[in-house]
């Protein structure tokens, strides 16, 4: 929770310098709500990366019950009781689009 894979870190750490000569763009799919977005990639990338990216999208996220073991499930449940159900946000993600065609 709150953090990237850690392929994805190790692989933007590694290749940062190469990464840095490309026309970039990073999103989040995330069950947080968008208020942490910037938190979140803060944590996760550098900031030599996130300077250089031309667009950052928050994309929103859900729950893929099906695909959770048993405790997984029941402690998502006991976790989300009460609180709004993350959904994906279409309106984020045309936005992502034309902030990186621009």
Do not use: W
């Not at 938190?39 to 990216?53: A, G, R, V």
């Not at 946000?89 to 990186?100: E, L």
């Amino acid at each position: 929770i709150g953090k990237v894979q850690k392929e994805i870190s190790e692989f933007v750490q590694k290749n940062l310098e190469t990464l840095k000569a490309k026309r970039l763009g990073v999103f989040l799919c995330m069950g947080a709500g968008e208020e942490n977005f910037n938190e979140y990639l803060s944590q996760n990338f550098p900031k030599e990366f996130l300077d250089k990216c031309k667009a950052k999208g928050f994309f929103g996220g859900e729950f893929n019950l099906e695909r959770l073991g048993f405790l997984s499930k029941m402690m998502l449940k006991a976790a989300s009781k009460g609180k709004p159900q993350p959904h994906i946000i279409p309106g984020n993600i045309d936005r992502f689009v034309k902030d990186f065609e621009d």
